[in-house]
């Protein structure tokens, strides 16, 4: 009997070779099912095919991916075709209409898809909305089944009416964040991981600490990350934060082990991977009661939650963090705990995946005619 024939679409930019982490991934899928991605980037693996860059990137992606999409069903002639997200999976049932394909559908839910439209990216983005939730609603629909997350991505497939084959987070590589904890700082300093976005609410960030600092003048915010939001970044850093654009995992698990609680005020989170880093090095969590967040994060044991954009109830919850004797060392010692929870392995997630595959079939995948 052989392998299943597994094609996987998305947005996500490889450059080939592949780094280790993503390597033991793709390999332990390759074990499984025969594979082949379609995506962007470039280099050489014959796994892959990959878009290269161009000027005006995403929207020349999505328009030719039908295309490309349809010319793999064609000639790679795939039993399962994963969509990488909604948008992604409008192309994947175009092209697998228009060519009459049998090929099966499975579309990931990483996030709520309709932020997509209104949070990621430039504001002009926000016309196409109502046409983008339309032609995303449709593709949730029309596919054969359906992979989440979290919790919360499941309960947006729930929302259509379907039922998720599989809800498991995708692997990533946390080694960086594992062995034994640093002692927690005494020092008074919290820490935001994270793309500087709309979506992450930077702006709230910067308005809760700052209420947070005139009331603890000794109180610290270490940034991290790069975006088009940089000018709230450049403002904290003028009153006395710490802002570094980019660091390895390396570096981010370091400026944890400097921090007594993480910063998450995100009002879109599909499910919050920075969340599972802090709780490796036993880092509570403030964050919002929005999207996979709560999934993650268990208010008043792993850490505090709040609702999102709500300005004064974060400066207070992190000011707690800060100041409260033993809190951040008790909830720190929870999370450390709770991480063990969302702990995988490559071989692990390639076993759910083609459990995924296999349900979406309904059956082993049975040779072709002529097949040996």
Do not use: C, N
Not at 69 to 74: F, K, P, S, Y
Not at 191 to 207: N, P, Q, S, T
Not at 259 to 277: N, Q
Not at 356 to 362: E, F
């Amino acid at each position: 009997m052989r392998r299943p024939k597994v094609l996987f679409v998305g947005r996500t930019r490889y450059l080939l070779p592949l780094p280790d982490h993503l390597a033991r991934k793709w390999d332990a899928l390759s074990e499984r099912m025969e594979v082949r991605v379609l995506a962007s980037g470039s280099g050489h693996d014959a796994r892959f095919r990959l878009v290269p860059p161009r000027h005006l990137d995403g929207p020349r992606f999505y328009l030719s991916l039908p295309f490309e999409v349809a010319a793999e069903l064609r000639s790679f002639r795939p039993d399962v075709v994963v969509a990488e997200s909604p948008y992604e999976a409008v192309a994947v049932e175009l092209a697998r209409r228009a060519e009459r394909s049998p090929a099966k559908l499975v579309v990931e839910v990483h996030g709520d898809w309709r932020t997509s439209t209104r949070l990621y990216g430039s504001r002009w983005r926000a016309p196409v909305a109502p046409v983008g939730d339309l032609l995303a609603r449709w593709a949730v629909r029309s596919a054969d089944g359906h992979r989440a997350l979290s919790a919360f991505t499941a309960s947006l497939v729930r929302a259509e009416g379907r039922e998720p084959l599989g809800v498991f987070p995708t692997y990533s590589d946390l080694g960086a964040f594992s062995g034994p904890p640093a002692p927690m700082p005494a020092e008074p300093r919290a820490l935001f991981v994270g793309v500087l976005e709309r979506y992450k609410a930077v702006d709230v960030l910067a308005a809760a600490w700052r209420l947070v600092a005139a009331r603890l003048p000794a109180a610290r915010l270490r940034l991290v990350g790069m975006g088009t939001e940089t000018a709230v970044a450049e403002a904290l850093v003028r009153e006395g934060a710490e802002w570094d654009r980019r660091l390895a995992p390396a570096g981010v698990a370091a400026a944890l082990d400097g921090a007594r609680v993480l910063v998450l005020p995100s009002p879109a989170e599909g499910l919050g991977r920075v969340a599972i880093e802090a709780f490796l090095r036993g880092r509570p969590v403030v964050g919002t009661r929005a999207g996979g967040i709560p999934d993650v994060v268990e208010h008043g044991r792993t850490g505090l939650l709040v609702a999102p954009g709500d300005v004064y109830g974060l400066a207070d919850s992190i000011e707690r963090m800060l100041v409260e004797p033993g809190l951040a060392e008790q909830m720190g010692q929870a999370a450390r705990a709770a991480s063990a929870a969302w702990l995988s392995s490559p071989e692990e997630f390639a076993e759910r995946v083609l459990a995924v595959v296999q349900a979406v079939t309904g059956r082993p995948v049975a040779p072709p005619a002529g097949d040996a």
